[in-house]
Antibody
């Protein structure tokens, strides 16, 4: 079945970096994009950015520009999201989602299970 | 503050019809598709409505979406206890060049 499986929970210190993986299965990885969405505890959803699994083009949320990098490895059908210079307000559940649009801004029809990232000294 | 505005809460009794609103602007809802997501407690969001009013396969026809100008709404008819969840609207924003979400509406089935 079509699914996205994410890496496990992480605990990081302020200033460190985190890299979350998202492995796709059950569909042609390069036919879709991957968006990343995060959700702080008790808060709503926040779009972080999008990457085309076809050609690697990216579109990042303005507030995260310079701190986030999204990549893909087509040989393993895996997408990655790296966030640097972590702060306490980066503590959140991070989701990857399959984006059906040919560019950023499509529907997110399949979601990963989420990865909890805790930033604490 | 979210770019798209939703009421923080809504409620209804089983069998009732409930509507959740989502207000935006000309740079998002006014010129792009609206999406709706359902998030059950402790789980990942699920796509409920795409392209304003289309349902993915498997989503009951009790759920419907509409859009008019810079506002959109999600209607749930024949309310059931399992519909108790958080609901989010989303749209692309041309000014921000990014996807924006509403703050979410917590639906309680009384």
């Amino acid at each position: 079945q079509v699914q996205l499986v994410q890496s496990g929970a992480e605990v990081k210190k302020p200033g460190a970096s985190v890299k979350v993986s998202c492995k796709a299965s059950g569909y042609t990885f390069t036919s879709y994009g991957i968006s990343w969405v995060r959700q702080a505890p008790g808060q709503g959803l926040e779009w972080m950015g999008w990457i085309s699994a076809y050609n690697g083009n990216t579109n990042y949320a303005q507030k995260l520009q310079g701190r986030v990098t999204m990549t893909t490895d087509t040989s393993t059908s895996t997408a990655y999201m790296e966030l640097r210079s972590l702060r306490s307000d980066d503590t959140a559940v991070y989701y990857c989602a399959r984006d059906v649009g040919i560019a950023a801004g499509g529907a997110f029809d399949i979601w990963g299970q989420g990865t909890m990232v805790t930033v604490s000294s | 503050q979210s770019v798209l505005t939703q009421p923080p809460s809504a409620s209804g009794t089983p069998g009732q019809r409930v509507t959740i609103s989502c207000s935006g602007s000309s740079s998002n809802i006014g010129s792009n598709y609206v999406y709706w997501y359902q998030q059950l407690p402790g789980t990942a969001p699920k796509l409920l409505i795409y392209r304003n009013n289309q349902r993915p396969s498997g989503v009951p026809d009790r759920f419907s979406g509409s859009k008019s100008g810079t506002s959109a709404s999600l209607a749930i008819s024949g309310l059931r206890s399992e519909d108790e969840a958080d609901y989010y609207c989303a749209a692309w924003d041309d000014s921000l060049s990014g996807q924006v979400f509403g703050g979410g509406t917590k639906l309680t089935v009384l």
